[in-house]
């Protein structure tokens, strides 16, 4: 062995490697991802807090018109989740879209490989960017607790089950985008498919559901899992009912439709379906090549 | 070769790399000595990013073997050991792009992290590395208003940011105004004279054959030469004779078999040796030949004996790397096979 050896011997010999590398990388990228992202974080709060105001001011403007307020803090805390499902994709969109189709598209990921196995850099953008979506949700959630609290002088405990439902769902809807942007090339077209399939291929889905009157528990939509968040502020809640297929009136035909998945089915069917895409968006980022 | 030979610090053997029926890379074999600079030289599509990318492990090859030195032994690079072997190397991989938004200090101490290097150490580390370039006062600086030729410097520093014994480095000069390209230059030789050792591609001949120890040459995925310069033009030299007449001939054709059927007993046949051609724009009759001097001298003799009128007589400089690099890819010139790489035991 050479002195050249021996230094470098030295110099590498405290360097982790295997699992605590493992981490190490994960660890490092988590970090780095945070910085990457400093100006989504202060647009992903501006959004929470936008959302929040959008229900606040028509919570006053109905209470300006002479409608009662709601009767109690439950009731009041559900009227600002009416677009929590919207807001949550909109912020999975905003962190996942440029996950992976970002170092394709503007070849980013030249630089970054090897230094970083695919792997462990598909794992620690996962959690970052995961962290900074629960980071703006928890902070709609926050504000609209408060409110409540300084409205009705008491919290509703079931604000904490529908804020971890949100959590979860939001978890689902980022492993969504990851699934495209896994092989789409660029962020835009990532957001842009995205945003339609949940917008109007699963909600279609539900349609043509409710329409045929076919009974099967739609837990393979992911848009169906976004009705636990309100519906957790008031279990037990009907599962399912009867919807009306056309103008109210006597002779209107109805059609089966699912309101809610049951606890278990809910976490059983997010865990499941995310578990998927993410395998599946892992796959396709390993095969993926560089241009 | 024994494994703990301490002079290779990569050795490729037989790497081929097939895309379906497609052959990228075929029975690629060298080895890259330690302190070294190796010049892969080869036009587009040849294959050297391939063989990059295959020392990386950003892709499989389909056969051969990639073995890098670590902690004194040459270690075959497997899924297992990639890290530890890798760690020993500093790659750019093609043209460096960056995250916009970030800063050098941000994206280097990010690399340094990702490959263990000591956390109280990185901050100084990418200083150092920056002064190199000459980027230091631009280290919080937004990367998104760096011009190409600082992202390319950048891109070069952050292979080196981890301090690693050998550096691999893709078109490293590629986008580069002169003057930055020598600064490339003389930075790759400080490098060199610090100990460490260099496997870079390029296009750009001068580039390459300025600083480099050795000269890989790849066509078509296969080695066609692997040699010194000096080696390499030697074997391969062409030296052209050049015969100026009082007056051009009427008939070009019948002076030049005239010529040939006097300059072919002297030069022999070997590869093209005496054949006679008109440079219509010199107006000069040239003949390959070996270079010998006694040849020169008998050729010139017979001409005279025949009475040409030879008004000049003149053999030009041997032939330059860039007649040799596209003689040797176009298949005119042939190279003897670069001896196989010896089975390390």
């Known amino acids: ?291 | 070769m024994n494994k703990n030979d301490n002079e290779t610090m990569i050795s490729l053997r037989n790497l081929t790399k097939k895309f379906g029926e497609f052959t990228a890379v075929s029975n690629f074999s060298l080895d890259v000595r330690r302190g070294e600079i190796i010049g892969l030289l080869g036009p587009n599509g040849a294959g050297k990013t391939t063989n990059m990318k295959m020392i990386s492990r950003l892709l499989l090859p389909s056969e051969g073997e990639v073995w890098i030195r670590e902690n004194g032994d040459l270690q075959r690079l497997t899924a297992k050991n990639k890290d530890k072997l890798l760690d020993q190397i500093g790659f750019l991989i093609e043209n460096p792009t960056f995250y916009e938004n970030m800063t050098p200090r941000q994206i280097l101490s990010y690399f340094a992290k990702l490959k263990g290097y000591p956390k109280k150490k990185i901050l100084e580390r990418t200083q150092e590395v920056l002064s190199w370039v000459g980027l230091t006062d631009w280290i919080d600086k937004k990367i998104g208003t760096f011009s190409k030729g600082m992202k390319q410097k950048l891109g070069i520093v952050s292979a080196m940011v981890h301090d690693p014994a050998i550096l691999v480095l893709d078109e490293p000069q590629t986008g580069l105004d002169p003057k930055a390209r020598r600064e490339i230059r003389t930075l790759l030789v400080n490098l060199k004279h610090q100990g460490k050792t260099i496997f870079l591609s390029s296009h750009l001949l001068y580039e390459v054959s300025e600083i480099s120890d050795r000269i890989a040459i790849i066509n078509y995925g296969k080695l066609i030469a692997y040699d010194t310069i000096y080696n390499l033009e030697t074997i391969t030299q062409d030296t052209v004779l050049k015969i100026e007449l009082l007056k051009i001939p009427e008939n070009i054709d019948q002076k030049r078999h005239q010529l040939e059927s006097l300059i072919k007993p002297i030069t022999g046949k070997t590869n093209g040796a005496g054949t006679v051609l008109f440079n219509s724009d010199t107006k000069t009759f040239e003949v390959k030949f070996d270079g010998s001097l006694e040849k020169q001298y008998k050729i010139l003799k017979e001409l005279t004996k025949a009475e040409i009128d030879v008004v000049d007589f003149s053999v030009p400089k041997t032939s330059s790397l860039e007649d040799l690099y596209i003689s040797l890819i176009s298949g005119v010139t042939n190279y003897s096979q670069p001896k196989q790489v010896e089975e390390i035991k």
């Open chain 1, 1 to 291: 062995m050479t002195t050249q050896d021996t230094v470098l011997k030295n110099r590498y010999e405290n360097i982790p490697f295997g699992l605590r590398r493992s981490f190490n990388q994960v660890y490092s990228t988590i970090g780095f991802e945070f910085k990457r992202n400093v100006k989504n974080i202060f647009i992903s709060i501006g959004i929470a807090l936008g959302v929040f105001l959008l229900s606040f001011i028509v919570n006053i403007i109905r209470e300006s018109r002479g409608v009662s307020s709601p009767a109690t803090a439950t009731e009041y805390t559900a009227s600002y989740l009416n677009l929590v499902g919207f807001f949550i994709l909109i912020i999975a969109v905003m962190y996942g879209g440029s996950i992976i189709a970002l170092d394709y598209d503007k070849q980013t990921g030249n630089l970054l490989f090897p230094k970083i196995t695919k792997g462990r850099l598909f794992v620690g953008r996962i959690i970052a960017r995961y962290i900074l979506s629960v980071l703006a949700v928890t902070i709609f959630y926050i504000v609209t607790a408060i409110t409540t609290l300084i409205k009705y002088q008491v919290l509703p405990v079931e604000i904490l089950a529908s804020w971890g439902w949100a959590l979860f769902y939001t978890f689902l809807v980022l492993s969504m985008v990851t699934f495209f942007s896994s092989f789409l090339k660029k962020s835009s077209t990532t957001i842009v498919i995205s945003l339609l399939m949940v917008l109007i291929v699963f909600n279609m889905g539900n349609v043509i559901l409710t329409v045929t009157g076919i009974k099967v528990e739609p837990l393979f939509l992911l848009t169906y899992y976004s009705n636990i968040i309100t519906a957790s502020l008031d279990m037990p809640t009907d599962r399912y009912g009867e919807v009306p297929l056309g103008p109210p009136g006597p002779d209107t035909p109805t059609g089966f439709q699912w309101l809610t998945p049951s606890a278990t089915g809910a976490a059983v069917g997010m865990l499941l379906y995310s578990a998927i895409l993410l395998v599946v968006a892992y796959l396709l980022f390993r095969r993926r090549q560089q241009k």
